[in-house]
């Protein structure tokens, strides 16, 4: 079965001033180093309106609120 949106993977060149700055972002904020670069890089295309708001999420049959 194949997924909606594959997750891509590419290589990204930052200096190390840049780099450093990204990583204490992250720390400060409980993600990864790439979980901070997905939010800055999502955040971004949003306020540009160049992607879609997030899109509520579907809860699985099995984990659905009773």
């Known amino acids: 079965m194949a997924k909606e949106n594959p997750i891509k993977s590419f290589v990204l060149r930052v200096d190390s001033e840049t780099m450093s700055a990204i990583e204490k ?3 400060d904020e409980f993600r990864s180093t790439n979980g901070q670069l997905q939010y800055i890089i999502s955040e971004a295309l949003k306020k540009s309106g160049r992607l879609k708001k997030e899109m509520p ?3 699985p ?6």
């Not at 049959?61 to 009773?66: A, L, M, S, T, V």
């Open 25 to 27: 972002w992250a720390a």
């Open 57 to 59: 999420r579907e809860v």
């Open 61 to 66: 049959p099995d984990n659905e609120p009773k």
